[in-house]
């Protein structure tokens, strides 16, 4: 079967707005100067520099590393957290998987210095467990800490994904293996999680492409002790020739592109057999959870330990240094308790439109960018040919581009394609920068819901004599209106907390609270960017609240 | 003309009759000044792009508002290589961008003017500016802001609060164990600012690879951010935190009592916000207004007492100005001045020279 236009046209169109920023950035580094520069000419130095620096050496290795490390926890304890909270009956479990989502919608800069707040090497708590051990047993500043917290705060991702699946899984197999006489983690080791194979190899790869992306963290925490990611790598960069050196920052991105290709390649292959709808299912069975029995408590210590350092910690961090005049080595906390942060916040210029656009860009914004992704999603939908597979490409790589580069690709774009010139300082612009990067992200939650439709279902409509556009409109999207809204939510979290890819593209109007972070940051107000922090926070629980509360599910 | 007609023109005529009567000459201006604040009324709009945080910038903004109210202020609050990268893509595209750019990164916004972006222009207050602050007319520097030493009052005893740089490089090698991995200072690879401090350093002072290798071996921090420094100074992660804006310390110190400052008294770097018009604004009239503004008395006086970004002028009185300074540190206070000598270390072989320097200062054991 021939594809249709429509599909080729939507594979199209999504191969121009992401090929445009990569495009622009490979051209980039293959010429040695601002390819807007009359000087500049067509020239492998940069290639040649970059490759033969040591420091990049150590960088890219060490980037492997954290992301081999982060992958190593977020795939297992995010599969299993999912299994636990989804397939089980786990304490607890209908609370715990709003906490679960924290870390996703916190600034990863944020969360980083709410960890040196609680657990540096003068945090409260370091402190705490000093006065009874004599000595802080860990290190915050290594590289062994950036994995540990890398990792654990992308279970999250991980879960999603996870848990979207499972949900969607077929009782009757677990059922069968539990009659077989199978323990409650056979049936997790052998049926549950293999079933869902494609959701854990989909988000360990993204997983992994974000470990390669990480910036707000090692800058936080490696820098003290010297780490070098590729990111900070290419930080340097910015600066090690005193203007900025787009054809060596240029490099240093294609390189994360050539890495991220072949994992493609690999995820791919590794489920070339694994049929995608496999678990199509539900048929009105209603799960009945898998009973733990003696596993039931420590699976909940389990879950809360994580929950306390991915979660608690940070967040008390940030929550701490929000109310404190100062903190630290010999300071008393209750004596320097203050709410003078939160007056002086209220009067920082721009704050209100800050939080406002900032919900704009989250709601609005994400409901466009849930749309957009539906409709690829759509015209890709139950597709086996070679589109889908450049498709699948395609939508993995803006991902793997560090914010320090998509910024500047972005704004080159809206500054050198003439017709978009006008939308460049609008909100617009903002949003399509985030939706092309979060692509990937996006269209696999709605895919999933997707492959959920039984196709018995769109055939029967089709055999009554509707049309393709009819069959979605009539049957599939309204089946996975609930996926829709959830992936929204998801979304939603995402775009609040993205910024470094909008950083050009903001404006005195258009700008977002990650904006009023990085500028608090500058002059070294974290008091401020703490209570800015807390507020945050306290504005998407309640928004995720109110979502959850009017019925909106996590997963289809 | 018709009926609609004379309604416009006297609807428009009514419109601008309370903006002319605001926009007077400021006092001791030439007569002439009167062109450039109708042609800035006409354009009516201003855009900064500038690295002084919108905070620090508001009460500034506020008073220019006031004595110009016809003119609508676009204040763009950016990180200087964000305001650099900006800048030159907008100037090479040929789209609008700053009409006036204001940043700390003095030789990044050097290379901008020895690059001919800037336009030459004889603010009105130039003979009240010291004259190493003013380039060729095209760059102008707007604040002195010392170079200071902050340091954790609760945690440092007294004896070991450092005086001078020759002080710090002593005691950094003689308090051994006080100091190991308490000492903090920006990395010059990663901070563009920091680079440019060490440069100036090191020509004020030839001993400077002394305290730099100093640093080295009490297993000091490097950092990209003052303010991740002064926080780790308030914590007591660090003791002290070396070459940190005056102005930073300053705001920082007025929330924490905990945080003390010192200028060192051999000598003391001075930096510049420099401010100059690009070529291509497209309110140039508007940007010599506020040019002017941020040099006149009033508000380098906004500036010195409510923005803490001590004040250029030796005229202005306060805690945060050029006089206080001298008051305290007479001729040890060194301004780093505001000319195409600041373009010497953009020179990528000499940069890296220094660079390599530095790397092996910093990490000797």
Redesign the interface.
């Given at each position: 079967m021939r594809a249709h236009p429509v599909r080729l046209a939507g594979v199209a169109a999504v191969a121009v707005v992401v090929l445009a920023p990569l495009g622009l950035v490979l051209y980039q580094s293959l010429l040695n100067a601002?390819f807007?520069?009359p000087a500049a000419r067509a020239s492998l130095a940069a290639y040649r520099y970059v490759l033969a620096d040591s420091d990049f050496h150590g960088a890219f290795l060490t980037s492997v590393i954290i992301a081999f490390g982060m992958v190593g926890i977020a795939m297992p304890l995010g599969g299993l957290l999912a299994f636990l909270v989804v397939r089980t009956d786990l304490p607890g479990r209908r609370w715990i998987e709003p906490l679960l989502l924290v870390p996703i919608f916190l600034s990863p800069v944020v969360l980083a210095f709410g960890y040196?707040?609680a657990v540096?090497?003068?945090g409260f708590f370091s402190l705490w467990v000093k006065a009874l051990v004599g000595t802080v047993p860990w290190n915050l500043y290594s590289v062994g800490g950036l994995i540990l917290i890398a990792g654990l705060s992308h279970v999250p991702h991980v879960y999603l994904y996870t848990a979207s699946a499972l949900k969607s899984l077929n009782p009757e197999l677990e059922e069968a293996a539990r009659t077989a006489g199978a323990g409650v983690w056979r049936v997790a080791l052998t049926v549950s999680l293999p079933l869902v194979a494609p959701a854990l190899v989909f988000s360990g790869v993204l997983v992994f492409f974000l470990g390669f992306e990480l910036f707000g963290l090692p800058?936080?925490l490696g820098?003290?002790?010297?780490i070098l990611v590729l990111t900070?790598y290419l930080?340097?960069l910015?600066?090690?020739?005193?203007?900025?050196s787009y054809h060596l920052m240029a490099v240093v991105a294609v390189a994360i592109i050539a890495v991220t290709l072949p994992l493609v390649y690999l995820q791919r292959h590794l489920l070339r057999y694994a049929n995608r709808y496999i678990t199509v299912g539900g048929k009105g069975l209603a799960a009945r959870p898998l009973p733990l029995g003696g596993y039931r408590w420590p699976a909940l210590i389990l879950v809360l330990v994580w929950l306390a350092v991915t979660v608690v910690v940070p967040l008390s961090g940030v929550a701490l240094r929000s109310v404190v005049?100062?903190?630290?080595?010999?300071?008393h906390l209750t004596e320097v308790l203050t709410l003078?942060h939160f007056r002086e916040l209220m009067e920082?210029?721009?704050l209100v439109r800050g939080i406002v656009n900032t919900l704009l860009i989250g709601t609005v914004g994400g409901g466009l960018a849930v749309a957009v992704y539906a409709g690829i999603a759509l015209v890709s939908h139950r597709w086996q040919g070679r589109g889908a597979v450049l498709l699948d490409y395609l939508v993995m790589t803006p991902r793997a581009l560090p914010g320090l580069i998509a910024g500047?690709a972005f704004?080159?774009i809206f500054?050198?394609y003439k017709p978009l010139?006008p939308l460049?300082s609008t909100l617009f612009s903002l949003w399509l920068a985030y939706t092309v990067v979060w692509v990937a992200y996006g269209l696999r939650l709605i895919s999933s819901a997707l492959y959920q439709v039984g196709p018995e279902l769109e055939e029967a409509a089709r055999v009554a004599g509707a049309g393709q556009a009819r069959v979605y409109r009539d049957v599939t999207l309204p089946l996975v209106r609930f996926g829709l809204l959830g992936s929204w939510l998801l979304i939603f979290m995402i775009f609040c907390r993205e910024y470094s890819t909008g950083?050009?593209l903001l404006?005195?109007n258009t700008e977002v609270i990650g904006s009023l972070i990085?500028?608090?940051?500058?002059?070294?107000?974290?008091?401020l960017i703490a209570a800015l922090s807390v507020i945050n926070v306290l504005l998407i629980g309640a928004g995720l609240a109110v979502a959850l509360r009017l019925g909106v599910r996590l997963h289809a | 003309m018709t009926r609609t007609g004379w309604t416009i023109a006297i609807g428009v005529l009514v419109g601008l009759l309370p903006g002319l009567a605001l926009a007077q000459v400021p006092e001791g201006y030439p007569g002439s000044y009167k062109e450039i604040v109708a042609a800035a009324q006409k354009e009516g709009k201003l855009v900064v792009y500038s690295?002084t945080?919108?905070?620090?910038a508001?009460p500034l903004l506020k008073d220019f508002k006031t004595l110009y109210p016809f003119l609508q202020v676009?204040?763009?609050?950016l990180?200087s290589?964000?305001l650099?990268?900006?800048f030159?893509?907008?100037a090479?595209?040929g789209?609008g961008s700053g009409d006036l750019l204001w940043s700390s990164a003095m030789?990044?916004q050097m290379?901008l003017v020895a690059d001919g972006y800037s336009q030459a222009y004889e603010s009105a207050e130039l003979r009240h500016l010291p004259a190493w602050s003013v380039s060729d007319k095209k760059a102008y520097g707007t604040t002195l802001e010392p170079l200071v030493i902050v340091y954790n009052k609760?945690?440092l005893p007294a004896d070991a609060v450092p005086q001078s740089h020759a002080d710090l490089a002593r005691l950094l090698k003689e308090k051994v164990q006080l100091f190991k991995g308490k000492a903090a200072m920006y990395?010059a690879?990663?901070?563009?600012v920091g680079?440019l401090l060490i440069t100036q350093d090191f020509v004020n002072w030839p001993q400077f690879w002394d305290l730099a290798a100093a640093f080295g071996k009490s297993g000091a921090?490097?950092?990209?951010?003052?303010?991740?420094?002064?926080?780790?100074v308030?914590?007591?992660?660090h003791l002290l935190a070396y070459n940190i804006f005056g102005s930073?310390a300053m705001?920082?110190m007025k929330?924490?009592?905990?945080i003390g400052l010192v200028s060192p008294k051999d000598y003391t770097l001075g930096m510049s916000r420099i401010a100059f018009i690009p070529k291509a604004a497209r309110h140039p009239n508007s940007a010599k207004l506020f040019l002017d503004y941020m040099l006149s008395k009033r508000g380098q006086n906004l500036m010195a007492n409510q923005s803490l970004l001590h004040a250029v002028r030796s005229d202005v009185e306060g805690q945060a100005t050029a006089g206080a300074l001298h008051k305290e540190l007479g001729d040890k206070l060194k301004p780093i001045p505001v000319s195409a000598k600041l373009l010497e270390?953009?020179d990528?072989a000499r940069?890296l020279e220094v660079?390599n320097k530095w790397k092996q200062a910093a990490r000797s054991q």
């Open positions: 601002p807007f520069s040196v707040v540096g090497p003068v800058l936080v820098d003290p002790a010297g900070t930080y340097k910015t600066n090690l020739l005193g203007t900025p005049a100062t903190w630290g080595e010999g300071v003078h920082y210029p721009n500047l704004l080159w500054l050198f010139a460049r950083v050009y404006g005195p990085v500028s608090l940051w500058g002059t070294g107000a974290l008091d | 690295t945080d919108s905070a620090s508001e676009e204040y763009n609050d990180n290589t964000e650099y990268n900006r030159i893509s907008e090479a595209a789209a030789d990044l290379k609760r945690l990395d690879e990663k901070s563009g680079f921090k490097y950092y990209t951010s003052a303010g991740a420094m002064m926080e780790k308030a914590s007591g992660e930073y705001l920082r929330k924490d009592p905990n270390y953009l990528p940069r660079l």
